[in-house]
């Protein structure tokens, strides 16, 4: 039990830093792809606004280059891959294939080489800061830039503090690493996964089960 509440955490906290409309999308997020488009086609600086799914599709069959047209077969790819897999499959394939730094490819491999722990062994804000090198893995790993990886666990918190998943008290807690961040992590685990468990009941009609191969 202890394993599949880590993944449910796990997967919970993906999908609300990595794409919070995980569940109500069918691979893309037009407004998003529009948005994104026109800021990246003024400024100098890019920004990117991928789904899960998107990424899963770089991840597996892409390269790193950036251009449009590796874009346009992203979109393509994640629209194959949401038909051919469930969101749960697609999440677990999320958590063991992407790319957490430091050569570590999925969750089994960040778990260890970060934390020497394997999955149902880490706490939550290992598993928090896990979580928030996804999006620049090379700038957010504990091992190369632990002030840039701080500062990455710390913006996640606030997220999640604004969007109402931990009160001011928890995020208070967890941050200072208290005696009562135990408690405040507890509270707010079970809270995370609530939420998380609705909304996939909500999309597929049933509560569905995050696997994870956990040989190393």
């Known amino acids: 039990m202890i394993i599949h509440e880590r993944l449910k955490l796990l997967g919970a906290l993906i999908v609300f830093a990595e794409d919070g409309l995980f569940f109500?999308?069918?691979?893309?997020?037009?407004?998003?792809?529009y948005k994104v488009f026109l800021y990246n086609l003024h400024h100098s600086k890019k920004i990117g606004g991928s789904t899960i799914t998107q990424q899963l599709a770089r991840t597996l069959y892409l390269s790193a280059e950036k251009s449009y047209w590796r874009k346009i077969k992203e979109a393509v790819l994640a629209l194959w891959l949401e038909q051919k897999y469930t969101k749960e499959e697609l999440l677990a394939l999320y958590i063991n294939k992407v790319n957490y730094g430091k050569g570590c490819i999925g969750i089994k491999q960040a778990a260890c080489f970060y934390y020497h722990k394997t999955l149902q062994e880490l706490e939550l804000l290992e598993i928090v800061t896990l979580v928030a090198i996804l999006p620049n893995p090379e700038r957010n790993n504990p091992a190369d830039f632990p002030e840039d990886a701080l500062r990455a666990r710390k913006k996640l918190l606030y997220r999640l503090y604004k969007g109402g998943w931990l009160t001011g008290w928890e995020a208070y807690q967890l941050l200072l690493q208290s005696e009562n961040a135990a408690v405040a992590a507890a509270e707010f685990t079970q809270r995370l996964i609530a939420g998380f468990t609705k909304a996939e009941a909500s999309r597929t009609g049933m509560i569905p089960e995050i696997k994870v191969d956990m040989d190393f």
């Open 24 to 33: 109500e999308h069918y691979g893309l997020r037009w407004r998003t792809i």
